[in-house]
């Protein structure tokens, strides 16, 4: 089973910035939807970044919209999730995902999962 790997978490201040990275292992960031996910405690997992395998599109949960990033590096085979101004609310296990070609409509088709990295940002 594919395994992918988170790093980049930690400890912040509100308005501070992370930089989460994501190897995927042996899968292909070209070929698959490839998508950050958080669980807070208590709360249901969301999306909230997700790139297109074909193309590169992008797409944010409206409550990170402005404020994260999600990009590829093609030749480390790499995605970054880059957070700024970030807040409490963001407080969260944060993990990458990949679903095979292209994105689907509906954010329930990734497949392979990493193990999650933890964000905490304190006010």
């Known amino acids: 089973q594919v395994q992918l790997l988170e790093s980049g978490g930690g400890s912040v201040q509100t308005g501070g910035s992370l930089r989460l990275s994501c190897a995927p292992g042996?899968?292909?960031?070209?070929?698959?939807?490839m998508a950050w996910f958080r669980q807070a405690p208590g709360k249901e997992r969301e999306g909230v970044a997700r790139l297109n395998s074909s193309n590169g599109d992008t797409e944010y949960a409206d409550s990170v919209k402005g404020r994260f990033t999600i990009s590829r590096d093609i030749a480390k085979n790499t995605v970054y999730l880059q957070m700024n101004s970030l807040k409490p609310e963001d407080t969260a296990t944060y993990y990458c995902?990949?679903?095979?070609?292209?994105?689907?409509?509906?954010?329930?088709?990734?497949?392979?999962w990493g193990q999650g990295t933890q964000v905490t940002v304190s006010s």
């Open positions: 042996t899968l292909t960031v070209t070929r698959n939807c």
């Open positions: 995902a990949a679903s095979p070609g292209r994105c689907r409509p509906t954010w329930d088709s990734f497949i392979a």
